[in-house]
């Protein structure tokens, strides 16, 4: 980004805030999704409640590992600027 003596523009800073937005927020959808997947059983078919108490918690600490590195994976590409060149293309440059 290029900055003017250390400010940035106002399109910068909305730039950032949309792409911040859409780091969190798709991070909370592929958290969930995943803690869905490996916790779901354990309430579906009603395990012991010491493999519930496994799946739950292996499915929570996928989960958060999966939001994090989904949140610094989209902000670094964003630092990064490997964006298209033009809307609707999808090789950086373009």
């Given at each position: 980004?290029?900055?003017?003596?250390?400010?940035?523009?106002?399109?910068?800073?909305?730039?950032?805030?949309?792409?911040?937005?859409?780091?969190l927020?798709?991070?909370?959808?592929?958290?969930?999704v995943?803690?869905?997947?490996?916790?779901?059983?354990?309430?579906?078919?009603?395990?012991?409640?010491?493999?519930?108490?496994?799946?739950?918690?292996s499915?929570?600490?996928?989960?958060?590992?999966?939001?994090?590195?989904?949140?610094?994976?989209?902000?670094?590409?964003?630092?990064?600027?490997?964006?298209?060149?033009?809307?609707?293309?999808?090789?950086?440059?373009?």
């Amino acid at each position: 980004m290029d900055t003017n003596g250390g400010r940035r523009t106002q399109g910068e800073r909305d730039a950032i805030t949309v792409e911040i937005g859409y780091a969190l927020c798709s991070a909370a959808f592929a958290a969930a999704v995943l803690f869905g997947a490996v916790a779901g059983p354990a309430y579906l078919f009603g395990p012991p409640s010491g493999v519930r108490g496994v799946l739950v918690g292996s499915g929570a600490a996928l989960a958060v590992v999966v939001f994090s590195v989904r949140v610094v994976s989209v902000l670094v590409r964003f630092a990064r600027g490997d964006q298209p060149g033009q809307p609707g293309r999808t090789n950086p440059g373009s």
